[in-house]
């Protein structure tokens, strides 16, 4: 195959992938955005405050009901840990807002089944118990004192807009301010996410030229169990670190990974790792510190690999773990047809086209308000 032809497939794979889920993104985005600009959130995080299960908890289901950036989240995180949430409570909120979220979902369901999706969810739970258990054997109480005064001084990264007004539920319903602050959400986690998804897609397009012969020299497949797996959930976070991928951007290479020979455990672990890529790794040296950031990237690749083996154990001893034929290249980037999926897509343009329109329309007020001209969302 000459260099355009590979160009040109590797473009062509890419755009068909983007194809199979973009309903799936455009609806988890959607969801995510009403959940953000409608959930109160200042008493959730004024609970999240100091340390203890308590506060873990909170700062699992915050992080759950917040978008799946990766950057958002640590920024988030940082704020909230600035203000008074323990280590454990922010990171608990960054494992929660990257593996418990619903376009995540929505996406691995759509293009490597059910099982990922689940594995992904119990998952997430399972580092959040874990980094919990293990966060003082990696970081002690002074250390993270001092990372607490860094972050002090660090400048903001990423930010999300939230509602700036509590309306009634029936009332945000059919409240033109109500649903442009979901707009602005929406629009708001596009433009933070929108690269990690085209670079995604763009590796998961030109990486499967490379031939599923290609992954065999990654993967141990005939050794005696378990170094198979072990293997593959060391290897899956390593390749996600150092393909820069985050956030829903690594769910196509997912798909590829596991078309090339990856178990079921090493495309968990692969997941999981979106909050160590070197970008995010360089911000958390910004925001805390070198020494909190090594001892902190330590625990999560360790809470990692470990949540990935206990899922992949649970998974196969239940019989969860998909045993037929894997997906073939054309299973995954698929092709443009006239069907449902097609339906899909075009409602999924149509609900993108409409949000963004709302974000135009800053300041527009409903039948019975005045406008305030104010904005309608304050920053973290």
Known sequence: MGFLDVIWHGLRDSF????????????GFAISAIVQAWVPRRRIEAAMSGSGARSVGWATGLGAASSSCSYAAIAIAKSLFVKGASAASALAFQFASTNLVWELGLVLWVLIGWQFTLAEYVGGIVMIILMTLLLRLFVSRGLESQAREHARDADGGHVHHAAGEELPWRERLTSMRAWTDVAYNFRGDWHMLYK????????????????????????????????????????????????FVCSVGNVPLAAVL???GISFGGVVAFLFADLIVIPI??????????????????????????????????????GLIP???????????????????????????AIFATLFWLTARRGAADSGHAASGQPRHAQH
């Open 258 to 260: 596991w078309s090339g």
């Open 281 to 318: 790794l360089l911000i958390y040296r910004k925001y805390y510190g070198t020494r909190y950031t090594v001892r902190v990237t330590v625990l999560m690749f360790v809470t990692m690999v470990v949540a990935a083996l206990i899922v992949s154990g649970i998974f196969s001893g239940l």
């Open 16 to 27: 068909l992938m983007a194809w199979e889920v973009w309903w799936a993104l455009v609806l």
């Open 196 to 243: 990690e998804i085209t670079v995604g897609f763009l590796l998961a397009g030109f990486i499967a030229q490379l031939g599923n012969g290609f992954f065999e020299h990654l993967f141990i497949h005939n050794a005696p169990a378990p170094l198979p797996t072990i293997e593959n959930v060391v290897i899956g976070p390593v390749i996600a670190v150092i393909s």
């Open 323 to 349: 045993t037929g034929p894997r997906p073939t290249r054309a299973d995954i980037f698929s092709s443009i047809e006239v069907n449902y999926k097609l339906a899909l897509n075009v409602l999924g343009v």
